[in-house]
């Protein structure tokens, strides 16, 4: 559905070389010109051609969800049509792939219309899949055009996507230069790299291993390769004792740099795991940091540092003149700075920061020490920002992943994890769900916004092999057409594909991974999920709830109900688990011709995938993943880790935990005997000018939590403190905007770490809107006022929106975002069954009056259709500055779209009665709504 919605956004790549059917022999000259005179000039643009000359900028356009992209077309004359114009982008200086389009024109769409009859192709995207929301770069785009005789024509042209950063480019007469950088986790952000100042003491992870990078200027950063050299200046000969480098991306990777925040120099994409051990802590120690992009720029930078070792079962905050690793170091704070030293909390806090009632416990309360977390992040592998991973499917120490925009592939290690193929360019074919044909090496891909296939040749995981195969044009009939394919699981030479309405669908797999036959087996009424031991199948059903199945025959075993909305299945031995919702998790044991409930666990968030390994379950959520040991009378929390996006699979393998996360990849080393030492908390609140911050947490364990806390904002100003939480309990930390540093109606922003134990555990990012940002044009913050929309169009919808006198929950909705799908089902559950409140009003972005995708078709497909839902194009134009804007996705891009950390989507407003806006949700949390 993506590839339909995109396709929308821009008119259709179209050339023409005399507006009628090109006749076999019936001219020599098309497109102007001669045969013998083919050219192609690279241009930008969609209704008009903008000639694309060395040294120009690309305007960059970040699509609705978090894809980038650039219009291209090109001016072709001398070829006869039709013709193919494909166009790739390579980074200028590292000659790493950016991303890539391609598109065949049609033999009479429009006429010749460029100067003496030239044929203009406009309005292609160029899908930068490297890139993301405010990064830029200096890139190679070359544009090819070859028509049906073979002739072919290639341009290539230099130009800056976004924005133009002399800094990062070496002949712009700026001198090379060098500012070393650490990071505090993998997941951290380049842009909010740290600078690392003489005598800092860079922290370890419980890995051992302390993150460093460059910021340069003057050089070409995307070609920066670093080394990192750890000496001993005590020794008589300045002994060595550690040596690492890492090379400049190559090949299809991300390597555009990104501007440092608040700071003039480019960030390197290139980050060293620098490998430190107990015997380099505590003492002075020599690094040196080196950076050369090839070209005949290098700059040497050293710093005498103190590296503080970190060990799995560390349980004590670090003292006061060791910060957590997000801490700033001193050459982030502004300088005039003022002092907020408070001795009450052994830490840099503002003197009003402190705790809510709800966090007031003894000081003394404490993580159990000697108890390690149960999760252990060992690594995040990350996708970029085209990414939209959903399901995981694991073979030994390969992981494919059901992607709409390619197949990332990941190879597992100890302790590690590798990209084997990353995103490539948007697929033709979606992909939501999978499962291996181990035969054949095929991975069976399903849609759950489609009837087709895609029966990826795998035997090469790192040139995968797309074959498309529509089900509907092989279906032998009896029920309505295939619209979607929710869950898929292979099973020898069967693919079992549960299709809701549609029910069980068998296909039978060649040697090759092609089917060879297809059959409706009958059972299910709204089938969601289908899991297997080989001898039994698991289902699901929105109607039935879940059975058992005998295979081959599919003769009924057992069947139980169920209470939530049917999200995911798994199978251990005698054991199945279920994914609710907000409703948790249910594990079912099996004997005989009985499914016997065992026990349930309730994580306060929205599950939506659940994993078994013996006596271990873990829950997947869109706010994080819980890991409980069910070895007790009950089960026990041993572990939380919480989501940077939103998690919609995890899966146990012999390396670890793995739980896709969106646009990457987590790998969790898990001890049953663990327990949980991260809290939960936003991922981002937005705030109106001047408002102090109340940042929610809870506790997801019933272990008391022991936090350090540090906030940094964009002005340069730092503080800290540390708080307590009970056992499953909830607190607020109110932030003072006072202590911000910042000017009151000026916009700003502020990072809070929270760390236990020494480990940066959970962030929230702060926003506060600026006095010109107006809440009636969409930049709605909590405690704003949220605005009415108001029918343009004559519809028989609401003449207003949200209703007026009834407490909302306002959902923007995008179909092809796998990650609001189990909101939508969530929210359909709750109100059908415990009247959720507030009532949901839900949003659909639509491209034009006329959608050819039905929106109610959509939303039935997920339980939803007792949802309100309207059409975002019947209101945006009501929104200030939208009044004459055509394309809807681009009005809400510039009104209520969220420019914070979190998926692109959901962007949730809860509005009360009386319309005040209560929060800005990043993540939906069902009925677990963190305290504010």
Known sequence: MRARLLALLAPVAAASCDGAPLATGDRSTVCGGFAGDASVTPGLGGSDFIELRDGAIAPQVNGSQGGSHVLVGARLRGFRSPVTLSVEARDAYSGARLGAAHAASAVAAVPADGPGDACDVRGMWLLLNALFPGGAGLADLTFTARDATGLTRTATRRAWIG??????????????????????????????????????????????????????????????????????????????????????????ATVVPTPRRAAPECVAPVTLRLPVDPTMGGRPLRLSLTADDGLGHARTEEREVRFATVTADAGTPPPPDAPPPDAPSPDAGAPDAPSLQDASLGADAAPDATPDAATDAAPDVATPTGLPSGLRLLSAQSFGFGAHARELAVDGDTVYLADSNGLPVVGLAEGSTRLVHPIAAMREQHCSTASLHARSRTLVCGAGDSGFLDLVDVSNPSRPRSRPWDINAHDPGGGTPVYEVADVEVVDDTAWMAAQSNGLLRLSLGGDGMPTALARTGVGADLVGVVSDRSRLALIDRVEGLTLRALPGLGLIAAAPLDGPPLDVAMSGDRVAVALGSNGARVFRAAGSA?????????????????????????????????????????????????????????????????????????????????????????????????????????????????????????????????????????????????????????????????????????????WRAATDAPAAGVVAIGDRFPTLRRTVATPFAATLPPPGAATLVMFLTVDCYLQWPQLEDMAWSRAHDRMQPEPTVLYLTTEDQDPFDPLMFMRAHAAAALPTFEWADYSRSVPGQESETNFVRAFESTFMMRLPGSDFPHDYLVAADGTTLDTLRSFRGRWALPR
Do not use: K
């Open 595 to 767: 499914l016997t409930p065992w026990v349930g666990v309730q994580p306060r968030c929205v599950a939506t995938a659940v994993a078994l390994s013996g006596d271990l379950l873990a829950v997947a959520c869109l706010t994080g993943v819980t890991l409980y040991d069910l070895r007790g009378a009950a089960p026990r929390v041993a572990g939380f880790y919480p989501a940077r996006y939103g998690m919609l699979d995890v899966a146990f393998t012999p390396r670890g935990l793995v739980a896709s996360d969106w646009y990457g990849l987590d790998l969790f080393a898990v001890d049953p005997a663990g327990v949980a030492r991260t809290p939960d908390v936003p991922l981002a609140l937005r705030l109106r000018p001047g408002a102090d911050a109340p940042v929610g947490l809870r506790n997801p364990g019933p272990d008391d939590l022991a936090l350090t806390w540090r906030a940094l904002t964009s002005t340069g100003v730092s503080f800290g403190g540390a708080l307590s939480i009970v056992g499953g309990g909830d607190a607020v930390l109110t932030l003072p905007f006072a202590a911000t540093g910042m000017a009151v109606g000026a916009a700003g922003s502020l990072d809070v770490t929270f760390s236990a134990g020494g480990e940066a555990a959970a962030r929230t990012h702060v926003a």
């Open 163 to 252: 924005r133009p950063l002399p800094s990062c480019a070496p002949d712009e007469g700026v001198g090379a230069s060098l500012v070393p950088l650490t990071l505090a986790s993998t997941t951290q952000r380049r842009d909010e790299a740290l600078a690392i100042t003489p005598g800092a003491t860079l922290r370890a992870s419980v890995g051992g291993e302390v993150l460093v990078g460059a910021a340069v200027l003057g050089m070409a950063a995307s070609a920066v390769s670093l080394t990192a050299r750890v000496f001993d200046d005590a020794s008589p000969s300045r002994a060595l004792l550690r040596e690492v480098r890492a090379a400049a991306p190559a090949g299809d």
